[in-house]
DNA sequence: CGAAATCATGTTACCGTTACCAACCTTTCA
DNA sequence: TGAAAGGTTGGTAACGGTAACATGATTTCG
């Protein structure tokens, strides 16, 4: 490998005379297309690997008009639960060309429009994002963008042009039910205060819903800004249980906050779960060995991340209905009486 | 805004004719560049807006030779030292025009050489990328890529352009100094067996070699494979304590194993600090909130990750001597005896 | 054995944007 | 008032590849 200092950076043009065919005929060896002989590509091969070419994708991108980046765009990477997802997205995109490029939004609808137009202006293959509640200019751009549009996590709703996720009323239904079911009736909340966090608040909703069913009311709810951590979880518990003394159940809108909830009232000797149970969602598996295994709901992160990657890569056809519902599973743990 | 279904992606061509100026102009006033009458900006602005015009950065960076994407090469995703990193870097350069593009090695040097490859070939502005140790083939790649190449997370060792890190010999060797001065003396270390994972070797490297100065051996050593887990630290921790009861103190290569260490001894009723000491590695806030904070060492994760995006935005200038070394912070907490 | 098929390579015309320079139109000011 | 200066706009030629077609050489096969 000569390690050549030089000032104007190497196009196929140097690789061409170098060894001494058309350029045309040393791109066609670099992509592996077309039919060239034995010979001429080891040359070519050989003289690249001594220029140390490295292709222009962006030169290459304009011509063929087709650039093999999907984006990937997320409300924050700052918790367990989109690294999960992209490693999904990721893994399966692995033998496909296709790479995924990030873009974060915060949870704000502004920065999700830019982040999109940014996007959309490298001309990707296709696009996942996550949530099924846009501005309108996002739909707009999307709906008209005439590429594989994934919105992943929720299905809650109508999608642009397709949808994988769970359902995540009914996530919460079932989390009712089974807190019901083990006759758990005196039931508090605790979650973060984030209304662009749309996919919380449906949880909550179909947590409600079945309560009400039931004729059970929530009896309490605190919530929080920021960030998610043990220490947080820790802080409302207690300060929950002292508005509350009474409750016999606590649903957190994370496992995060769930953990620092259990550490807490393990310490203060509660009777878990006779007297209090809890739960929380996602099934971030990090937290497997706490000294209880908290109740949570399977959001199925790496499988979302999955088949959407699936389906802008083509590998799966979009389904007729637009929308892919994974189910979410509840994991029992042990912070629920069994029934 | 009208919602065309073009069958034609739009260019500046479309915007030019509907709104009677050139595509210079148009160009012009999307990149808020050259002098352009108020009247012809407005004009040009709604037409854009009107078409649902997105400007195609692939034509652009072409023309400019320029593209405002920061290569960011890391070896995981999935725990959470990477994504604090590129938090870092994507908040300082939010406000520079350049867009951070994430590739993931998996610790494979191989996958790295193929990950810098395929982000050369976009010409970024600027390459991040993780440690210090590199394939003779990459090396050769970013010597002469005549671009900033920021080398972060390590400072033990030689860059090829410049550095940003802690030095992770000097962590282990102050971790070790507060060790040995709490009066701890039959230490054992807990730690993944990855070769690659050359930080966390260079760090066992720093303690033992401080030890040894202190007339001290590792009294025991665990190693694991796969990722890390409060699980995995349980078990590994059973483990050594099981072999080796006399341990007065265990030192983990990360807080995530250091936890599950401590809830495990805890359970055990091991007097922490008192009969045994513990510490971990990186100062992870989520596990704040643990019933006791393990002691750990700040690796300064967020401020790297600022730095290193500093330098590639120009915001900094790159020192004379290439290295950024920031120091490691250790954080008592409350696994180690005061001295 | 000659026409057709196939293989191996080259030629030409873009892809959509921006750099550079020229042209024109105002304004300024000696 | 006329030349210089500055603001505003447009024409043209890249940027570094690839698609599509053309060409010449070689093989296939009735």
């Not at 060894?19 to 590509?41: F, K, P, Q």
């Not at 087709?66 to 924050?76: C, D, G, M, Q």
């Not at 999109?116 to 490298?122: A, C, N, P, T, V």
């Given at each position: 490998m000569i390690t050549k200092r030089s000032s104007r950076p190497l196009t196929l043009r140097d690789v061409s005379e170098a060894s001494g065919v058309s350029e045309m005929t040393v791109s066609r060896v670099l992509r592996n297309r077309g039919d060239v002989s034995a010979a001429t590509r080891e040359k070519v091969l050989t003289a690249a690997r001594t220029l140390g070419y490295v292709p222009n994708k962006i030169a290459g991108g304009l011509a063929s008009q087709r650039v093999n980046l999907v984006a990937v765009v997320i409300p924050s990477l700052s918790n367990m639960v989109f690294p999960d997802v992209l490693g999904g997205v990721s893994s399966e995109l692995d033998d496909t060309g296709l790479q995924p490029v990030v873009g974060v939004t915060h949870y704000s609808p502004s920065r999700e429009?830019?982040?999109?137009?940014?996007?959309?202006?490298?001309?990707?293959?296709?696009?996942?994002?996550?949530?099924?509640?846009?501005?309108?200019?996002?739909?707009?751009?999307?709906?008209?963008?005439?590429?594989?549009?994934?919105?992943?996590?929720?299905?809650?709703?109508?999608?642009?042009?397709?949808?994988?996720?769970?359902?995540?009323?009914?996530?919460?239904?079932?989390?009712?039910?089974?807190?019901?079911?083990?006759?758990?009736?005196?039931?508090?909340?605790?979650?973060?205060?984030?209304?662009?966090?749309?996919?919380?608040?449906?949880?909550?909703?179909?947590?409600?819903?079945?309560?009400?069913?039931?004729?059970?009311?929530?009896?309490?709810?605190?919530?929080?800004?920021?960030?998610?951590?043990?220490?947080?979880?820790?802080?409302?518990?207690?300060?929950?249980?002292?508005?509350?003394?009474?409750?016999?159940?606590?649903?957190?809108?994370?496992?995060?906050?769930?953990?620092?909830?259990?550490?807490?009232?393990?310490?203060?000797?509660?009777?878990?779960?006779?007297?209090?149970?809890?739960?929380?969602?996602?099934?971030?598996?990090?937290?497997?060995?706490?000294?209880?295994?908290?109740?949570?709901?399977?959001?199925?992160?790496?499988?979302?991340?999955?088949?959407?990657a699936r389906i802008v890569s083509g590998k799966e056809a979009r389904p007729e209905s637009g929308v892919i519902a994974l189910s979410p599973t509840i994991i029992p743990g042990d912070t629920i009486r069994k029934p």
């Amino acid at each position: 490998m000569i390690t050549k200092r030089s000032s104007r950076p190497l196009t196929l043009r140097d690789v061409s005379e170098a060894s001494g065919v058309s350029e045309m005929t040393v791109s066609r060896v670099l992509r592996n297309r077309g039919d060239v002989s034995a010979a001429t590509r080891e040359k070519v091969l050989t003289a690249a690997r001594t220029l140390g070419y490295v292709p222009n994708k962006i030169a290459g991108g304009l011509a063929s008009q087709r650039v093999n980046l999907v984006a990937v765009v997320i409300p924050s990477l700052s918790n367990m639960v989109f690294p999960d997802v992209l490693g999904g997205v990721s893994s399966e995109l692995d033998d496909t060309g296709l790479q995924p490029v990030v873009g974060v939004t915060h949870y704000s609808p502004s920065r999700e429009d830019a982040v999109l137009y940014d996007m959309l202006s490298w001309r990707p293959s296709g696009v996942i994002l996550a949530g099924l509640e846009h501005s309108q200019a996002a739909r707009a751009m999307l709906e008209n963008v005439g590429l594989p549009v994934v919105e992943i996590m929720d299905v809650d709703g109508e999608p642009i042009d397709t949808a994988v996720g769970i359902s995540h009323r009914r996530a919460g239904s079932e989390m009712a039910e089974g807190i019901l079911a083990a006759g758990y009736r005196r039931i508090g909340f605790i979650g973060t205060h984030m209304p662009e966090d749309h996919r919380a608040r449906k949880r909550l909703a179909g947590f409600e819903d079945r309560l009400t069913e039931a004729g059970v009311t929530l009896a309490a709810r605190e919530y929080y800004q920021g960030g998610s951590s043990l220490g947080k979880g820790r802080e409302l518990t207690e300060r929950i249980l002292t508005r509350e003394p009474d409750l016999d159940f606590l649903y957190f809108s994370n496992d995060m906050i769930g953990a620092g909830g259990l550490l807490w009232c393990l310490e203060k000797g509660y009777d878990i779960p006779g007297k209090l149970g809890l739960a929380g969602f996602n099934g971030v598996d990090l937290l497997d060995g706490l000294p209880m295994r908290l109740a949570t709901t399977d959001a199925r992160r790496v499988d979302i991340g999955r088949r959407a990657a699936r389906i802008v890569s083509g590998k799966e056809a979009r389904p007729e209905s637009g929308v892919i519902a994974l189910s979410p599973t509840i994991i029992p743990g042990d912070t629920i009486r069994k029934p």
